[in-house]
């Protein structure tokens, strides 16, 4: 209960009410610190009306927690509401991280909605009061938490208001002794945000040639401009729901990635957030911001200045700019300017934080709220100072986690050449207690400060020793180098925004491998099996890293557990290889098999089979022995095998596929169904390990595979496709005889009659005819293609206050976004390759261009504004609830339905949509002995030039898009036609083969090849 006592103690009445605002978690701890976005989609919000009260919130967690318990909160005013909001979003607004009031305390009321987002809160807005003067009145709020409420949440539940109504008691109304709350300066500073800048303005901070200019009411937004610059102005940032953010990330092109730094900075006035040391869960040396609208002033690297007489903290620039090595903050100020520069050194271990300003010499202080290993509220770590105050260092003290594995975490900070410390201490130096985490110094009156943090898993020594190196300032671009110099050249903007996102992507699909977390996302540390033999796996194929794929398969056969052959859904590979999830999805079984088969048609590397790899325990712990490569194949096929429905060859569902929304609710449901697309899969994956296993070494075991990948394929084309259509599901009965289809024409229990992934999957497998693959494009296009990209289903599963029914996740997300909203990136993406598959050029790049997020209202009108640089892994629908999208879903469809963009950058999506540009538009694929040429190209983009690397050389190639769209004619180098054999496709005329050996001849007399098509 909350009681507030009102006196009106000034010389004139007045009208008074009270906002009463309280977060809502509604779950377990740990579910909360893992991700409390996640934990509020499935936060159930419901009002009803009292007639005293007024509207009441009710919430309701459908994620069952670990004792098996739905938590439930009432949240009511006593004394009568007169609005409420239900997502912190609608009381403060997205401008109040750029220095505006919160947006709902500007209004006479509350939103009155039911906003079902990522920042759940009970917010309540009493009735207006009339006050004399000298007169005074009470208000009352009322909470009430039930451990487990197994119904949803119904207009019954207001019967709880009868007992908080019993436990009022009256307030004393003596204001003598009332006193204002102390604040700490944490709380209390003014923020310091930089002003709008003119068009000259920015044009005299950036004079390059600028591309993809966003603008809004004649003011600028944000633009690209040189290489890989991106920059956004404080009007965009006051626009998005997402504040702008990115990850800086060290070393991650390596095959040993347990020592990657890296660090997350937003756009708001955060400079360095979760930095991490390899595990980027265990490893971290400070905290994060855990709501997207700046509430929260402690978390991460702040910045204070003094200004008359106070500290004043940092907050949004005028212009923030992004580069994949560095941002930098610019506040333009009345009087002068501040510049923050945050980046990574060319050894890329090492972090550098500086500030530069031509404002009158200040004192400046750094704020870090420390975390040095999992959480914040656990905080257990020595910091220590360096004799000459030169070093300081923050040393993780031993846990049982770290002293099993050795792991003497370290992290530390050096002062750069002309920065004096005045002061160095806790948050007392803010007014604060000195009793929490956060490290504060305090710098001399300056002009410029420069800050230098390093890391190590070997203790202080190292870190000192690498914060001691000479910095280096020159150095070839990493990312120039690791991308083989890949460019597209071709005065085309859609041309350009595809190059722009490329780059960038290449920066998000190497934190998905190297860093596995993201700006939503940013719990992370594992490998999803599946994410991991797709994303960066392709992506390393695609661009010729083959060491690189190798080490994530050795990595992923070793994570194999001996007693089942099966995977862990997801696993940690470096010292922490013993924590992963000992269950998972039917699917995950066959990815290791394909990436495989994709391994060895593009190296021809037989050797691997004979690599000796460990397996799990039960326990995930590693097995004492070894077993070859070839051994730990035997044990994946034999089961896949004991997992086929009796007297099939169809692979059980398991416990779900690829959409996490669609997982069975009951294990009887797991192992009845069969998933149309993990069999497709399955079929695919096995076909083309057949025909990669060529070295004679393994012929048996080569033609096992086949005879397997025969009887999948014949069992998808008897059972899975049923009337020309690919089914979603099947669902057997009891005794296995007979199945009925599910999200298929035929559907009599859902009431969805189209899945995309089976249908895109079936064409990529090359397991349909012509007609059959274009009848299945056809109903994708009728029931499943949108503005914004094709969806997952033509409907979403039905919602009845979060109760399972049939489906976990599709049934109990309150929330419309992710899978839920039916548009995620990563399957539209794959739509995109099925396309390149029927070698449909036109079709393909507006496909590739819908989800290319610079300038993507060019692409469909109702995308609604977000970061430009940075890959979404979903298109979300613009509904506040489940409930408006039932009604109102194919609003979507016809555009006035905004599609927003959703969680960023912690995808495989990135490294497939970065590999399906090279793989599939410009056709280019690496075999063990050739390369293939089988670019899908538009004709509008006849004559584009590719500057890239085939194996090892610079060649610039240019593909004439002649007669048609696929299936090119001829390759000429230096003006001589080639020796080519023609690839095989199902569908239509395939690639040009050509032998690596002709192609190094020919390319002696000069590097610029010619494709006709």
């Known amino acids: 209960m909350w009681s507030v006592a009102i006196k009106n103690d000034s010389d004139k009445a007045g009208c008074f009410d009270v906002v009463w605002v309280q977060d809502i978690g509604c779950a377990g701890k740990s579910a909360l610190q893992s991700n409390e976005a996640y934990t509020a989609h499935y936060l159930d919000e419901s009002v009803y009306q009292d007639v005293s009260a007024g509207p009441v919130l009710c919430f309701r967690q459908n994620l069952k927690q670990v004792e098996g318990q739905f938590p439930w909160v009432l949240a009511s005013c006593l004394s009568g509401a007169e609005s409420y909001a239900t997502d912190a979003f609608d009381v403060y607004g997205n401008g109040y991280r750029c220095g505006e009031e919160p947006k709902g305390l500007m209004q006479p009321q509350l939103s009155n909605r039911r906003y079902q987002f990522e920042f759940s809160c009970a917010a309540l807005q009493s009735k207006p009061c009339e006050l004399a003067v000298g007169a005074s009145t009470e208000v009352i709020f009322g909470l009430t938490y039930v451990s487990h409420h197994p119904e949803a949440s119904s207009e019954s539940d207001l019967s709880v208001l009868t007992t908080l109504r019993a436990l009022l008691s009256p307030v004393a109304d003596d204001f003598k002794d009332a006193k204002p709350l102390a604040r700490n300066c944490v709380e209390s500073a003014m923020g310091v945000h930089g002003r709008d800048l003119t068009t000259a303005e920015l044009q005299d901070l950036y004079p390059l040639k600028w591309r993809h200019i966003e603008k809004r009411n004649d003011g600028i937004l944000g633009f690209f401009c040189d290489g890989d610059t991106h920059v956004v102005t404080r009007a965009k940032e006051r626009l998005v729901e997402r504040p702008h953010g990115s990850i800086l990330v060290g070393n991650a092109g390596t095959e040993s990635i347990r020592e990657v730094l890296a660090t997350t900075v937003y756009m708001y006035g955060v400079f360095s957030a979760q930095t991490v040391y390899g595990n980027t869960s265990f490893h971290k040396m400070n905290s994060l911001p855990r709501e997207p609208l700046g509430l929260s002033r402690m978390s991460g690297l702040r910045i204070y200045i003094e200004m008359k007489g106070g500290w004043c903290l940092l907050g949004t620039p005028s212009a923030f700019e992004m580069k994949r090595d560095a941002y930098r903050w610019i506040y333009v100020l009345e009087g002068g300017s501040i510049t923050v520069d945050v980046s990574i050194d060319t050894d890329r271990d090492r972090l550098t934080v500086a500030l530069e300003s031509n404002l009158k010499a ?150 998905h491998y190297a860093s596995p977390h993201g700006l939503e996302q940013y719990s992370g540390a594992a490998w999803g099996t599946r994410d991991a033999c797709q994303g960066p796996f392709e992506y390393f194929i695609a661009q010729q890293h083959h060491g690189l794929a190798k080490s994530i398969l050795l990595k992923t056969f070793s994570s194999q557990y001996v007693d089942t052959g099966d995977w862990p859904q997801w696993f940690m590979h470096d010292e922490y290889c013993d924590i992963a999830q000992n269950h998972s999805h039917g699917d995950i079984v066959v990815w290791p098999l394909k990436a495989l088969a994709m391994y060895l048609d593009a190296t021809g590397d037989f050797s691997i089979f004979d690599l000796e790899l460990p397996y799990l325990n039960a326990d995930n712990s590693l097995t004492n022995e070894a077993e070859c490569l070839a051994g730990h194949v035997v044990r994946t096929l034999d089961r896949i095998e004991s997992e086929f429905v009796p007297g099939t060859s169809l692979i059980r569902y398991g416990g779900g596929d690829w959409d996490d929304s669609l997982q069975p609710v009951s294990a009887d449901l797991a192992s009845r169904l069969v998933s149309g697309w993990t069999v497709g899969l399955l079929a695919q994956s096995l076909a083309e390990l057949h025909a990669g296993m060529c070295d004679v070494k393994y012929l048996e075991l080569r033609e096992r ?197 959703g969680w960023r950058l912690y995808s495989s999506g990135p490294g497939l949509y970065s590999g399906l540009v090279i793989r599939q538009l410009f056709g280019l694929r690496e075999q063990s002995d050739a390369w293939v040429f089988d670019p899908v190209l538009p004709k509008k983009l006849d004559g584009i030039v590719l500057t890239w690397e085939l194996s090892g050389q610079r060649v610039e190639i240019e593909f004439r898009v002649l007669e048609r769209e696929y299936g090119p004619k001829a390759i000429l180098c230096a003006g001589c036609l080639l020796e080519t054999v023609r690839e095989e496709n199902p569908y239509r005329d395939g690639g040009l083969i050509v032998s690596k050996a002709q192609l190094r001849d020919a390319m002696m007399f000069g590097d610029r090849l010619v494709v006709q098509l």
């Open 705 to 901: 595979v086949g005879q397997m990948a025969g009887a999948v394929k014949k069992d998808f084309r008897e059972r899975v496709f049923i009337d020309g259509q690919v089914a979603g599901f099947l669902l057997f009965d009891d005794s296995f005889e007979t199945a009925e289809p599910l999200l298929h024409p035929k559907d009599t229990r859902t009431g969805i009659a189209n899945r995309l992934i089976p249908m895109t999957r079936s064409i990529i497998a090359g397991l349909l005819t012509r007609d059959e693959a274009e009848h299945q494009m056809s109903r994708i296009a009728a029931n499943l293609k949108f503005p914004d990209g094709v969806r997952l289903m033509d409907r979403p599963a039905p919602y009845q206050g979060g109760i399972e029914t049939f489906f976990k996740r599709a049934e109990s997300s309150a929330n419309i976004g992710r899978e839920i909203g039916l548009q995620y990136v990563h399957a539209h993406i794959r739509y995109a390759e099925a396309l390149a598959k029927l070698g449909n050029g036109s079709e393909f790049f507006e496909a590739l261009l819908t989800i290319c997020p610079i300038s993507i209202e060019k692409t469909f009108s109702n995308a609604g504004i977000r970061q430009s640089n940075m890959y979404f892994s979903s298109s979300d629908a613009g509904f506040l609830d489940r409930y408006d999208a039932a009604e109102n879903f194919d609003k979507l469809r016809d555009g006035s339905v905004e599609a927003k963009g």
């Open 362 to 511: 200040s004192r400046f202080l750094l704020s870090n709220e420390l975390v040095m290993g999992a959480a914040e509220d656990a905080v257990d770590a020595t910091v220590e100072v360096s004799d000459d105050g030169r070093f300081i260092l923050f040393e993780k003290n031993g846990d049982k986690l770290s002293h099993e594995r050795s792991i003497d975490l370290s992290f530390g900070m050096s002062c750069g050449d002309g920065t004096e410390l005045s002061e160095i201490g806790g948050s007392e130096l803010l007014g604060g207690s000195g009793e929490d985490a956060l490290f504060v110094v305090v710098t001399h009156p300056t002009q410029k400060i420069e800050f230098n943090f390093a890391a190590s898993l070997e203790g202080a020594a190292d870190v000192v020793k690498k914060l001691s190196a000479t910095t280096k300032t020159n150095g070839a671009d990493f990312w120039e180098i690791f991308n083989r110099g890949l460019d597209c050249a071709y005065e085309d903007d859609s041309i350009v925004r595809l190059s722009d996102a490329l780059r960038w992507y290449s920066h998000n699909a190497l934190i």
